[in-house]
């Protein structure tokens, strides 16, 4: 394989995608609410989303090589790693050096962002660049920081900190919107651990699978999705957000039979993964969607 194919697949663009898509949520809203927007500005903010992610899944890929959780893992299109480090494609070494620079990346623009815009963006940027940080050796091994952590970093890190880049300020619309993606991402990760299990409970970590049943998390799981698409609802219908991003419930059918398959194969794996692969469907096509009616609106 190309070497520089090999580092791009390290990153795996594939979940960067989510990123995008949080950003454009937070940079509709701003337009939303002022009618223009920096593009400078939302292309730093892009970028540094992007490397944050790509970040978080290298140094991710590296502790769990390092640990042997990958040798462990069955491989699926949402969970087990990269597959990179376990084939020799890369060194364990230069993946720590890879996810290092990508940091740096966000770090750089981060700061560069708190010059030009306010030191309030380090409210949500020091969190999560500790969420990145932490979140292989540490926030793993707390079942609730596990649970919230990935939705904390998408959500109001992401959508409130390229709205401050972009107007200047917080504000509940920016809260409001910011909480879509922080039940569904919360709910993501949830979900594609489940393929994970036994693995992670041999190498020490303690999210909310590890701890009970299958069946259980799986109601944990449908009351996230609901979650998202009630902020939805309620958002709209307190004028925080404009009619138009009800377009997002235009997923709300593929949510509902994705809620009750996982619930029915939860422990079936096989079965099951057909239902990460819809997940990550209904979470990437609402988010898309209520950024497009943010936009047009």
């Known amino acids: 394989m190309n070497k520089a194919l090999i580092y791009v697949f390290e990153s795996r663009p594939q979940f960067i995608i989510l990123s995008v898509a949080?950003?454009?949520?937070g940079a509709g809203s701003a337009y939303w609410k002022?009618?223009?927007?920096?593009?400078?500005?939302?292309?730093?903010?892009?970028?540094?989303?992007?490397?944050a992610h790509a970040s978080v899944n290298i140094l991710n890929d590296y502790s769990d090589y390092k640990s042997g959780l990958d040798d462990m893992t069955p491989k699926t299109p949402f969970s087990g790693g990269s597959?990179?480090?376990p084939k020799k494609l890369m060194s364990p070494r230069a993946a720590l050096y890879y996810g290092l620079a990508t940091l740096s990346v966000t770090v750089v623009i981060g700061l560069f962002l708190v010059y030009a815009r306010g030191w309030e963006l380090l409210l949500v940027g020091i969190p999560g660049v500790l969420m990145i940080v932490l979140y292989t050796d540490y926030i793993t091994r707390s079942p609730m920081l596990c649970l919230l952590a990935p939705g904390l970093a998408f959500g109001p890190c992401i959508v409130l900190g390229?709205?401050?880049?972009?107007?200047?300020?917080?504000?509940i619309t920016a809260l409001a919107v910011s909480l879509i993606p922080f039940f569904f991402v919360s709910n993501l990760l949830l979900l594609n651990q489940f393929p994970d299990i036994e693995a992670d409970r041999k190498v020490g970590r303690r999210h909310l699978l590890t701890l009970a049943a299958p069946r259980n998390n799986t109601y944990i799981y449908a009351v996230l999705i609901t979650g998202a698409f009630l902020v939805l609802i309620a958002s709209v219908y307190f004028k925080l957000l404009p009619l138009l991003?009800?377009?997002?419930?235009?997923?709300?059918?593929l949510a509902v039979t994705t809620i009750v398959g996982v619930i029915k194969n939860c422990e079936n794996i096989p079965s099951l993964i057909p239902y990460l692969g819809r997940n990550v469907i209904v979470i990437l096509s609402t988010l898309f969607l209520v950024a497009l009616g943010l936009f047009v609106s």
Request: hydrophobic fraction near 55%; glycine fraction near 12%.
């Open 162 to 171: 390229t709205y401050f880049v972009l107007q200047g300020y917080y504000d």
């Open 245 to 253: 991003t009800l377009i997002g419930l235009v997923s709300l059918p």
């Open 34 to 51: 002022a009618g223009s927007i920096n593009l400078i500005y939302l292309a730093l903010a892009l970028v540094g989303a992007m490397s």
């Open 22 to 25: 949080c950003v454009l949520v």
């Open 83 to 85: 597959g990179i480090l």
